[in-house]
């Protein structure tokens, strides 16, 4: 996402924001109740009986950890990140940072039917990121039959195959799952309602799910501005998929109401602008069309966008493959792309060697620099200020650029699971970035790059 | 004499399957409406794909310990994975929040006793059982 920018001012900038405040509050406010009914219920309820022994599951803790470090190697001054919410330089000691990160879980079952969860996920994210985020999902859960699930709270985006399990790194092959494919997505949690139907279609398991909520994100800004907050409301998809003997198919779509704030870079550069406006009607159309592309993509409001995926798995011993595509459009640079990766493992015993291959392709093209700006200009301002502009055009011209992702890469590993509960799993990344691509790296510019990524993780469940 | 060679050969090749072969018992409660189950039942119900048996009971799945034989050679022939496969495969499950895998027994004695108390129960031995309180539903044979 637009790394460049910077975020406040969201009542002035955001026309939803005090909507989506209120709809948030309600969404927490009924799962709360909803806890809070629980939890009266089970106080007076008797101890279960002999007959429903297990039934009643005492509240069960789990969790999941990956300690890691990489080697990069960039022919730009970037820095690689895993994630757009991590910081602009996130790795910290021995580049430690960027991979390692631990999860808790508490689940408790009252009865068949219902159940509370929570977990929470420690990691590097960016500086002003607020506390409550660590919350990935608290959620009260009802089964009204067994095919037929409800949840309630904090529960997942689940657009994507990985959507909901990113962070859960002993639960898939490589080190991190594509970079070109999730890096982009910062949303980790959406707080809402979700409904999933499974049915069985001969040797099949159908599995369909509808969710509707409101996601929030912090993303990184330059040093001295406030971080970006990314709100994606009215979040709404559908969910599809099949399961049967190792194979997944899964389609999903998915539209939301997407806006960032403003930063206070994103707002001298909006204001610097505004003689275009007020002379709009004295100026060549097309001056006025590039003055007003910049300024909504400095801090685009509300746009609505939209997510389609596709995603296939096959595993079956030996072999584990994974590929998925997603095109996203809307009126936001960088998120508008298409996406995709391929993967294909080999078990052999303990030992899985594995390849990946990705791409991001930008669906949106590069601004070019304002050209006759000063031409246009300089009869109604004077040639410094007409200069001036042209400036303040170019610099936020490129700077929108540097938000852009285009890039591919390869990927070579190997996962040793060396106990059933811990793996070890060494990864080579070839990045190649194509110039106006670097939207996915921390401190991206306009420029191409080529980067080799060495990574070593231990990934573990408890 | 090639006769008593003959059947001193023929005893060793049946020992030895006898030892090879180490059959898995799928076992319910006695009072359970449930008879037999199909080896795809068994596998939907422990990984997850479905909480209830076929007439809509609620089943209640119960393990036995990871590091075991039994536990080993029960996932191997139910559904070929190793124990750091569904290691794998339950992460994403639960750390979704889309369902919990079995609960853990300590041993096969305990399994014994918690499947004949409890009417929902569902598990598995690896020997045949004696006890009145449960009934065996399936019988997995595992590979040689």
């Given at each position: 996402m637009s790394k460049k920018r910077g975020g406040r001012n969201l009542s002035n900038a955001d026309p939803f924001a005090a909507q989506a405040a209120t709809q948030h509050r309600g969404l927490v406010g009924i799962g709360l109740i909803s806890l809070l009914g629980i939890a009266a219920s089970l106080w007076g309820s008797p101890a279960p009986a002999a007959e429903n022994e297990g039934a009643v599951r005492a509240v069960q803790f789990n969790g999941f950890g990956t300690v890691g470090s990489l080697a990069s190697e960039i022919t730009q001054p970037w820095h690689f990140r895993r994630d757009s919410d991590q910081p602009n330089d996130a790795g910290g000691y021995a580049?430690?940072?960027?991979?390692?990160?631990?999860?808790?879980?508490?689940?408790?079952?009252p009865s068949p039917q219902w159940e509370l969860l929570g977990q929470v996920v420690?990691?590097?994210?960016?500086?002003?990121?607020?506390?409550?985020?660590?919350?990935?999902?608290?959620?009260?859960?009802?089964?009204?039959?067994?095919?037929?699930?409800?949840?309630?709270?904090?529960?997942?985006?689940?657009?994507?195959?990985?959507?909901?399990?990113?962070?859960?790194?002993?639960?898939?092959?490589?080190?991190?799952?594509?970079?070109?494919?999730?890096?982009?997505?910062?949303?980790h949690s959406i707080d809402g309602i979700d409904l999933t139907k499974i049915w069985a279609g001969g040797a099949a398991t159908w599995r369909a799910k509808a969710l509707y909520g409101y996601a929030g994100s912090t993303l990184p800004s330059p040093?001295?501005?406030?971080?970006?907050?990314?709100?994606?409301?009215?979040?709404?998809?559908?969910?599809?998929?099949?399961?049967?003997?190792?194979?997944?198919?899964?389609?999903?779509?998915?539209?939301?109401?997407v806006s960032v704030s403003r930063s206070a870079q994103a707002n001298q550069a909006i204001q610097a602008l505004s003689p275009i406006e007020m002379l709009a009607p004295q100026l060549p159309a097309q001056v006025v069309a590039e003055e007003?592309?910049?300024?909504?993509?400095?801090?685009?409001?509300g746009a609505w966008s939209r997510y389609f995926g596709l995603a296939l798995a096959y595993d079956h011993n030996p072999w584990t493959a994974q590929a998925e595509a997603s095109y996203v459009s809307g009126d936001i640079f960088p998120e508008h792309a298409i996406r995709s990766y391929a993967s294909l493992g080999y078990r052999i015993r303990s030992f899985?060697?594995?390849?990946?291959?990705?791409?991001?392709?930008?669906?949106?093209?590069?601004?070019?620099?304002?050209?006759?700006?000063?031409?246009?200009?300089?009869?109604?301002?004077?040639?410094?200020?007409?200069?001036?502009?042209?400036?303040?055009?170019?610099?936020?011209?490129?700077?929108?650029?540097?938000?852009?992702q285009n890039q591919r890469s390869v990927a070579l590993g190997l996962r040793w699971d060396f106990s059933a509960r811990t793996a070890l799993k060494l990864q080579w990344d070839y990045y190649h970035v194509y110039a106006n691509g670097a939207g996915l790296w921390g401190d991206g510019t306009t420029a191409a790059a080529y980067a080799n990524i060495f990574s070593a993780t231990i990934d573990f469940v408890f | 004499?090639?006769?008593?060679?003959?059947?001193?050969?023929?005893?060793?090749?049946?020992?030895?399957?006898?030892?090879?072969?180490?059959?898995?018992?799928?076992?319910?409660?006695?009072?359970?409406?449930?008879?037999?189950?199909?080896?795809?039942?068994?596998?939907?119900?422990?990984?997850?794909?479905?909480?209830?048996?076929s007439n809509g009971d609620y089943a209640l799945c119960f393990d036995l310990p990871r590091d075991?034989?039994?536990?080993?050679?029960?996932?191997?022939?139910?559904?070929?994975?190793?124990?750091?496969?569904?290691?794998?495969?339950?992460?994403?499950?639960?750390?979704?929040?889309?369902?919990?895998?079995p609960q853990h027994l300590p041993s096969e004695d305990e399994m014994l006793a918690v499947v004949g108390r409890n009417p929902s129960a569902i598990g598995y031995l690896s020997r045949q059982p004696t006890d009145q309180n449960v009934r065996v539903v399936l019988v997995l044979k595992t590979p040689d």
């Open positions: 580049n430690m940072l960027i991979d390692s990160r631990i999860g808790l879980q508490a689940n408790y079952m420690a990691k590097q994210r960016e500086q002003d990121t607020p506390v409550s985020d660590m919350l990935q999902w608290a959620f009260v859960s009802y089964e009204p039959a067994a095919d037929l699930k409800i949840r309630l709270g904090r529960t997942s985006p689940d657009v994507f195959l990985l959507a909901d399990y990113r962070d859960v790194g002993f639960a898939y092959p490589w080190v991190r799952p594509s970079v070109e494919f999730y890096g982009w997505f910062p949303m040093p001295g501005d406030d971080p970006i907050k990314l709100r994606a409301q009215d979040f709404t998809g559908v969910t599809v998929s099949r399961e049967s003997n190792g194979f997944t198919a899964k389609l999903s779509y998915a539209i939301s109401r007003r592309q910049l300024v909504q993509q400095e801090a685009p409001t899985t060697p594995f390849v990946m291959a990705s791409r991001v392709w930008p669906r949106s093209r590069p601004l070019s620099a304002p050209t006759d700006w000063a031409a246009a200009l300089t009869p109604l301002i004077g040639a410094p200020d007409a200069q001036a502009l042209q400036q303040v055009g170019t610099l936020s011209a490129i700077d929108i650029n540097a938000t852009l | 004499m090639p006769s008593l060679t003959n059947t001193l050969i023929a005893g060793l090749l049946t020992l030895g399957s006898a030892c090879a072969r180490a059959d898995i018992y799928v076992i319910v409660n006695k009072s359970s409406p449930v008879h037999s189950l199909k080896q795809q039942e068994v596998q939907d119900l422990y990984m997850g794909h479905t909480h209830s048996f075991g034989v039994a536990y080993a050679a029960f996932y191997r022939t139910l559904t070929g994975m190793s124990a750091a496969q569904l290691g794998s495969y339950w992460a994403r499950l639960m750390f979704t929040g889309q369902t919990l895998p």
